[in-house]
Each structure stands twice: as structure tokens, then as C-alpha cells.
């Protein structure tokens, strides 16, 4: 049987497989087919043109057989699982870089490996090997620890971020029903482009959601004689994050109708014609999305939020001012530790600005993530094919969806019947449908321990704390409803959409995280006890059930009787 000697190709093209594909026209599915022998046969146009682009022979494309293995056969050992409310078209962007070695260099150690990508319906899984992470945690932090080698990363992604925010801007107010296949191929080509820059230099901060940022943290404790309320002050960001920034704009504008006394609706004719407000939702619309839902900031949304804000006058004013004087404040809590520590710098520096690195990171990509559902519109009118099937494209299928050579009725199976995406390190990606993506998924949580009776989990301490409560396990915004004040919040990370119900819980547990992370941030602002890293907690904590935190020990208990219940 003759295939495709796929990976002789890639090296000597220097090209992943999704590259190859995309300049020779053909869907990167049958690519990968010819090369795992799946396909019938390959024909000669497509060997001609693969010829003819890049310069090969028979003799580079072409090999007896190939064996290569199952999707089953490269599961990693150890596991970690990241979850989310999110779709490929969005999420496949990180995840294909983070199975890619992000520096075409190879100068920065980051390399997660191979990938197994779950996804039905808006909601996705990815398994990664912790091995890797932990290696290239280990690797970028070492480099990182270095100021230079730290700006020239940061630049890096600065370029990339900057592309994204300049699509964003020139997308926004814009009608996608004027765009035309080839305006749409061009400018997911720029998205695409600018996202490779971008995450190529940031994927990396995914990697120190094992735990490696806190364990170095505890080395330095100790080094430094610091406490943990100092490495709180230390690792938290001297500059406001995205939601803050938010907020505070936000609060101007209630300072700004704070003595008109308006009701709704003459507020709303206000904010219409007000040129502060137009620039509050031009620069924070993107805030309130994620990878599978994008949300828009209304004004008659903003009106009432301004209405409700204006009944607490102390606490409205008392947040402005403390948003106003919070880099020097800051500033200030470091200044105070030094000097008690006799320090001269700040010791966790690095980590400081990691925090702020993976917020900034979420900001940039949340625009980009709108620029690309600007897109979807654009599609769903040339294709007739619904948006929540065209979420379900990868980035190479854009060009085929829109020549009518990927339909709707592929783009429904994988909505509904969930696809399991194998990404590999050369860039080749295998889809794996219904009960043989479910059974794999069912060994990959298996190997996580899911599904085991536990009445104990551990993670990492975010925030420190006791609280005892009902658990609310929340996986995604149209949950929200059902999260009640005093509730214990279980989710698989927070998200900027996460912080109104952040601010109701008792207590905050997390699958992922590492000490940089949202959760972590959110939680110390807020003083809520917090636990991060647990792995599994949205699946061995039942909802409803009643549990307890102990951030202090970074334990969670699941209580069984209505005497655990009582006792303090």
C-alpha cells in the first residue's frame, strides 16, 4: 500500500501539515488520510501539485507504508486537563501552538507535545502531558528570570497583540454582510497570522498552571524570610488588569450621571449621544466574551447598571478612588515589604509580571476572538450554514467551507456528536467522531483519577481562608443563574465574566490555575478563600453538595452527614 511519507515532507518543506494543505488547496483531513493509508488512493493531481509547489520528487512524497500510531497509543502518562466554554474555530489557534514548539529558534524551551482536543456542542477539553508542561514551565522560567530575555518574550507578544487590536478596532461598527469570499479569506489570513505571532510567544504561561510558579514561589519564601500575605503583595500586578480598567472607566461614567437623577430611559437617550460612552464600549466590548460566546455592551445594559450602581454612593466612590490611586498603592505595599525584608528588589518580580502577562494575553486575544466572529457572520451569509456550525470549522477549512467543498451536515456532526482532535508535533491533526472520541476521552480521565470516589482534593492556595457552603458546580454563562449568594463557586477556571459571581461566593475552587492565574488575582481582591489546581473538582465535587475550604491547607472536603455539615 502506498501513502504519503508525510513526515520526509514537512521536513524538507519546513511546513506543518495544515501549511502543505492550505497552498496546495486540498482539505488537510484527506492530507493526513493519504498519510495514515485511511484513503483509497491518492491521485495524481494531488502528487503533482505537491511536486510543483514545493519542488519534490515521487520518491520524497511517496512510501511503501507507514506505520503510524493510533491515536490511543501516544496518551500521555500524567495529565492535565484544561476545560472551558469554547469551540475550535477560537480555541484551536492556542492548542496548535502549544503542541508546536512556539520558537521557530528553538531559543525558548516551550513544548507541550501531542494534544488531545475535545469539543461538542461549546464546550471543550484539552489533555495535555504534564511531563512537557513541567519541562518547559521549568525551561521559560529560568529564561524569563533573566529582565532581558524577559522584554524581548514580551515584545514578542506585543507585536502580535497590537496586530490583533488594530483588526479589532478597524472591524469594529463594521457590517459583515458587505464582505465578500475573497475580502474573508484575506482577512482571516491576517487573524490568523497575527495569532501565531501572539501565541507563539505566550502559550508558555499555560504550562505554569501544573504548579511550578508556586513551588518556586515557596523556594523563595523561605530564601527571603517572606510570609504569604507577602507573596501575595508581591505576585499581585502594580498595574491595572483588563477588569479593572473596565471598571474603572465604567465608574466615570456613573460619576458622570451621578447628579442628573435620569430614569432609565432618559439615560439611555443620553449615553446614545455621548461620545464617553461611545468609547467605553468600543474599548471594553470585547471583556464580557469568551471562546464560544461573544456578548456586546449595550446601552440600555450600561443604563441600568449605572442606575443600580448609583443607589450605593459610599461604595461606588470609595472603588473609584482606590482604582484611581492603585498602581501607587501598589507600589507602596511593595515599597513596605522590601524595607521590612531588607530587599532592595522585588525577589518574585518574575511572577508579578507573569500575572500580568497572562491578563494582558487575555485581553489582545478576546479582541481577536471578536474580530473572528465578525468572520462567522460573514460566512454564515455567504454559506446559508448557522454560526453555531461554522464554530466547528478549523482555521485551514475557511477557503473550503466557502467553495462548498466542507457542509453543513460534516460541521453538524461534530457539533453534535463531539470530535476528539489529535494535534501532533509536526502540525498534523486527526478527528476522531462519536463513540471512539468518547471512549478515548473516558481513558484520558480515567488516567486523571475522574470518576473515583474522593471525599478529599488538594490543590493549590490562591487566597487564604476557611468557608464552608453549598457547592455550585458552574462550567459556563448560561449557568449563571443558578449561583446564589454564600454559595461555593466550582468551576474549571474564571474568566472575566466569572467576577459577578466571584464576588457572591463563600469560597472559590478551580480545576486549573497556577498562582498567576485569574482565579488567583479576583480572589485576593476580593479576600474570598480560594483553592486552584485541583484538577477535578467539576468532577468528583457533586453540585448542590456540601463541602468545605480550607485554603490555608489548600484542602477541600466533601461533607456527608448533616453533622459534618454543622461542625466548625
Known amino acids: 500500500m502506498i501513502s504519503l511519507n508525510l513526515k520526509n515532507i514537512t521536513e524538507k518543506t519546513g511546513k506543518n501539515l495544515s501549511e502543505i494543505a492550505r497552498e496546495i488547496g486540498v482539505n488537510r483531513n484527506t492530507i493526513q488520510s493519504f498519510a495514515s493509508g485511511k484513503a483509497g488512493g491518492i491521485r495524481f493531481s494531488t502528487l503533482e501539485k505537491l511536486m510543483k509547489t514545493f519542488g519534490l520528487s515521487l520518491n520524497d512524497l511517496l512510501v511503501s507504508q507507514i506505520e503510524e500510531k493510533k491515536p490511543q497509543d501516544i496518551l500521555p502518562k500524567h495529565i492535565y ?66 529582565p532581558v530575555e524577559f522584554d524581548t518574550v514580551w515584545q514578542k507578544f506585543l507585536k502580535g497583540s497590537k496586530q490583533l487590536e488594530e483588526i479589532y478596532y478597524r472591524l469594529f461598527d463594521f457590517n459583515p454582510q458587505t464582505l465578500s469570499t475573497v475580502q474573508i479569506i484575506s482577512l482571516h489570513k491576517e487573524i490568523s497570522q497575527a495569532y501565531e505571532i501572539f501565541w507563539r510567544s505566550s502559550i508558555f504561561i499555560d504550562a505554569f498552571d501544573i504548579g511550578i510558579d508556586q513551588e518556586e514561589i515557596n523556594i523563595l519564601i523561605k530564601k527571603y524570610n517572606l510570609t504569604k500575605e507577602d507573596s501575595e503583595v508581591l505576585t499581585t500586578p502594580t498595574e491595572k488588569i483588563f477588569s479593572q480598567e473596565k471598571l474603572f472607566e465604567f465608574l466615570k461614567l456613573v460619576q458622570r450621571y451621578s447628579e442628573k437623577n ?17 468609547s467605553f464600549r468600543k474599548k471594553f466590548d470585547a471583556a464580557g466574551s469568551n471562546y464560544a460566546v461573544v456578548n456586546h455592551i449595550t446601552v440600555e445594559e450600561t443604563a441600568a447598571e449605572i442606575i443600580k450602581t448609583l443607589t450605593d454612593q459610599n ?40 500575572t500580568f502577562f497572562r491578563e494582558a494575553r487575555k485581553k ?33 477549512e475557511v477557503e473550503l467551507v466557502l467553495r462548498g467543498r466542507i457542509g453543513l451536515e460534516e460541521l453538524k456532526r461534530r457539533r453534535e456528536e463531539g470530535v476528539m482532535y489529535v494535534l501532533r508535533s509536526d502540525g498534523s491533526i486527526s478527528l476522531i467522531y462519536g463513540s471512539q472520541a468518547e471512549s478515548i476521552k473516558k481513558d484520558l480521565e480515567g488516567r486523571m483519577g475522574i470518576g473515583e470516589s474522593l471525599n478529599t482534593l488538594s490543590g493549590q492556595t490562591a487566597c487564604q481562608g476557611y468557608a464552608k457552603g453549598v457547592a455550585r458546580v458552574i462550567l459556563d454563562v448560561s449557568q449563571f443563574d443558578r449561583f446564589h449568594e454564600g454559595e461555593i463557586l466550582v468551576t474549571g477556571m474564571t474568566r472575566p465574566e466569572f467576577v459577578p459571581l466571584m464576588k457572591k461566593a463563600a469560597g472559590i475552587v478551580t480545576n486549573e490555575g497556577g498562582i498567576t492565574c485569574h482565579a488567583a488575582i479576583v480572589s485576593r481582591e476580593l479576600g474570598v478563600p480560594c483553592i486552584i489546581g485541583t484538577k477535578v473538582a467539576t468532577k468528583v465535587i457533586p453540585d448542590g453538595a456540601w463541602i468545605e475550604v480550607r485554603a490555608n491547607h489548600g484542602t477541600i472536603r466533601i461533607l456527608e452527614n448533616e453533622g459534618d455539615k454543622k461542625d466548625t
Open 81 to 146: 486537563r484544561q476545560e472551558a466554554e469554547a469551540v475550535p474555530f477560537t480555541l484551536i489557534f492556542p492548542v496548535q501552538w502549544a503542541a508546536q514548539v512556539p520558537s521557530p529558534d528553538g531559543r525558548w524551551p516551550s513544548f507541550f507535545g501531542n494534544i488531545h482536543f475535545y469539543s461538542r456542542d461549546q464546550y471543550s477539553e484539552a489533555f495535555l502531558d504534564e511531563a512537557n508542561m513541567r519541562a518547559s514551565a521549568s525551561g521559560m522560567l529560568k529564561l524569563l528570570s533573566k
Open 262 to 278: 435620569f430614569d432609565q430611559a432618559t439615560l439611555v437617550e443620553h449615553l446614545t449621544r455621548d461620545h464617553a460612552f461611545q
Open 315 to 354: 461604595l461606588w466612590r470609595e472603588q473609584i478612588i482606590n482604582l484611581a490611586f492603585y498602581e501607587k498603592t501598589r507600589r507602596s505595599l511593595i515599597k513596605n515589604i522590601l524595607v521590612k525584608r531588607h530587599l532592595t528588589n522585588n525577589p518574585l518580580w518574575v511572577f508579578e509580571r507573569l
Open 364 to 396: 489582545y486575544n478576546l479582541m481577536g476572538i471578536h474580530a473572528l466572529d465578525i468572520l462567522l457572520s460573514a460566512i454564515e451569509r455567504l454559506t446559508g450554514i448557522p454560526k453555531k456550525y461554522l464554530q466547528h470549522l478549523l482555521p485551514d
